[in-house]
């Protein structure tokens, strides 16, 4: 399977150990990650708000580099997948593909609309599919329990995402059992992270995050997974902040999707970045009981 590779803003910088999980996943199911250097940001949180039409030809673009050479696009952030996505959905509206057509006119780029827009969540669960997933695993998780943690943008809106239930997912639940973990279902799992108002009310998004991992934990969670580095960054990088928000002690390990994935996959901890998480994984990762050797 070859796919043009979307990685986003942090995963090339504060986020990197998503790339690395990534990449190491792709590579062991057979997945090229083929790459643009001159994809653009996709504008979410800035640029959307403040020009609608900017928005939608700055990821017009990036879906036209991919359309071009004749692929899909793979991205690994929720966010990165909604506003892509809300490109599409904008583009079949006549008046908005008319300014954006003017406006990429000059670059030489044309929009036909052929790319698909894929997170990694559903490059695995559909177009790999499970079972290959599953061939895979060396090192099944085996007595960890997760609580996926699906955020906003991967489901909703649901009908412009064509994505499964916003209220009652279950792909990132079915992947963490091929893998070998064990699914924790909790009403969080399907709530905002708090991130869009974090430098705006910080103290609301943290309590948000707070209360989202709070649930997680009294449903016996041991760690939390994302698909979306922005959610991470709220849960994992403010958790601290969160706590007190909270006031209650939180020690939750965040991983990244394909981090769990790459741990069940066989590869080390070194290999996947876990290190640079601000909450440790160790704790979560002890949990994980060796296969009986008959």
């Known amino acids: 399977m070859r796919i043009a590779y979307y990685p986003g803003c942090l995963a090339q910088e504060s986020a990197k150990e998503l790339d690395m999980a990534t990449r190491y996943v792709c590579r062991a199911l057979g997945i090229e990650l083929v790459e643009f250097p001159n994809f653009s940001c ?8 403040a020009n ?26 929720s966010t990165c997948q909604g506003m892509l996505n809300l490109a ?4 079949q509206d006549p008046s908005m593909k008319a300014r954006v057509d003017a406006a990429l006119k000059p670059l030489g780029i044309e929009y ?3 790319t698909q827009v894929k997170h ?16 895979k695993v060396r ?60 430098f705006v009310k910080p103290s609301t998004a943290n309590t948000i995050a707070g209360r989202q991992i709070l649930d997680a934990q009294a449903h016996g969670a041991d760690a939390m997974a994302t698909p979306c580095p922005l959610c991470h960054t709220s849960l994992d990088a403010y958790q601290n902040k969160a706590a007190r928000a909270v006031e209650s002690p939180l020690q939750m390990p ?5 981090q769990v994935v790459a741990l069940a996959f066989g590869a080390s901890p070194e290999e ?23």
């Open 42 to 49: 996709c504008g979410s949180g800035f640029i959307d708000e």
């Open 52 to 77: 609608e039409a900017l928005n939608v030809a700055i990821n017009a673009r990036n879906l036209a580099i991919a359309e071009k050479a004749g692929l899909d696009l793979l991205t690994i952030c």
């Open 88 to 91: 599409r959905v904008r583009m």
């Open 112 to 114: 036909k609309g052929t």
């Open 120 to 135: 990694l969540l559903r490059v695995l669960t559909e177009d790999i599919g499970l079972d290959a997933v599953k061939a």
């Open 139 to 198: 090192r099944p998780l085996n007595g960890m329990k997760v609580g996926a943690f699906y955020g906003c943008h991967l489901l909703r809106p649901s009908d412009e995402m064509q994505s499964e239930s916003g209220e009652e997912p279950r792909s990132f639940e079915d992947l963490l059992s091929a893998v070998g973990a064990t699914p924790v279902d909790y009403r969080g799992r399907v709530m905002c992270c708090g991130f869009p108002i974090l």
């Open 254 to 258: 965040v991983f990244h999707l394909p």
């Open 272 to 294: 996947i970045g876990l290190s640079r998480h601000l909450v440790r994984t160790d704790a979560a990762i002890a949990k994980i009981r060796p296969v009986a050797r008959t």
